[in-house]
């Protein structure tokens, strides 16, 4: 296999992860997992998100988050942002990027902000013009990219479609998020090829969830297309709150588990991520997915299994 020497990761746990979560978590809470994060090697991590409390209660004090982390040299803070209010927030508190959103379907979009995507793509072009003046880089997502909960498989062309208009509103780096893990390796490799094709030059991150048990797989497959940049999220928290089901990003942990094990350098300590998972699961209400958290690095073994009787 041909794969990248190396990964970029950006942990999204404490804001997509969070969102999601029905446990109230404290800000206090929230400010000591993103600074454990900061401390394993981790270079890029999407703090919070500047949203409507209304909509996502989770990230109501993402100001106040904002303010209290340690934030430390050689680590990218962004924050998830749907419209110029939120990038105007972005700028006031002083990220270090950005990130704006749409989804691939019309019936996604309204039902997560109330607009079809054509109508939301001003949003996106406010958010670019807003974080150009203030000169911090700016990335789109592309939800639903591999399936909507509401109208079933997204062609590949479509995606290609929605990441031209991104691209020609500023956007140079788009994420393709499996918002409710309908992706699987070959819709994968299909998405990557229809979007190359279109943009051969577009900075491609992948977001995978691994609700139906695929999550890994989609990453080996885009490794093998040569992606080398990945959104996880730590204990494998988060969901998607407007679909039924929407459970579970991909575990940081796994992920590096896996890469690292193959030969691709992620940069991060997994003891470390370990360590933060376990804050994180003190955090939430019920079990974390992660499978390394629960069974232990492959190295780390008891002894010898022997065979019963």
Avoid at 109 to 122: A, G, I, M
Avoid at 227 to 235: V, W
Avoid at 257 to 275: C, I, N
Wanted: charged share 20%; aromatic share 4%; with cysteine.
């Amino acid at each position: 296999m041909r794969l990248p020497d190396s990964v970029r990761i950006r942990e999204v746990g404490p804001r997509d992860g969070i969102q999601s979560e029905k446990a109230d978590v404290s800000t206090t809470d929230k400010i000591t997992l993103i600074d454990a994060l900061s401390a394993t090697g981790l270079r890029y991590i999407e703090a919070v998100s500047f949203v409507s409390p209304k909509a996502i209660p989770q990230m109501a004090d993402a100001r106040s988050v904002w303010e209290g982390i340690d934030r430390r040299p050689g680590v990218s803070y962004s924050a998830l942002v749907p419209n110029r209010k939120g990038a105007e927030i972005a700028v006031e508190v002083g990220v270090d990027a950005m990130q704006v959103f749409i989804a691939a379907t019309d019936s996604y979009n309204l039902k997560n902000v109330n607009r079809t995507v054509e109508e939301s793509l001003s949003d996106v072009a406010e958010v670019v013009a807003v974080a150009r003046s203030a000169t911090i880089p700016v990335e789109g997502t592309i939800s639903t990219a591999f399936g909507c909960p509401y109208e079933g498989d997204v062609a590949p062309r479509r995606v290609a479609q929605v990441s031209r208009w991104m691209a020609d509103e500023g956007i140079g780096s788009i994420s393709y998020g499996d918002t409710t893990g309908m992706g699987t390796p070959r819709r994968v490799v299909e998405v990557i090829e229809a979007v190359r094709a279109e943009l051969p030059d577009l900075d491609l991150n992948m977001h995978f969830h691994d609700t139906r048990g695929t999550g890994l797989a989609n990453v080996l497959a885009a490794l093998q297309m040569g992606i080398d940049y990945f959104d996880a999220s730590i204990g494998g928290m988060g969901g998607s709150p407007y679909a039924q089901g929407a459970t579970g990003n991909v575990a940081t942990e796994d992920l590096v588990h896996m890469v690292e094990d193959m030969g691709v350098s992620t940069g991060v300590d997994l003891e470390g991520l370990l360590d933060a998972a376990r804050l994180a699961q003190g955090l939430i209400s019920g079990p974390l997915p992660s499978k390394v958290l629960t069974a232990g690095p492959r190295w780390d073994v008891a002894g010898p299994v022997t065979k019963a009787g």
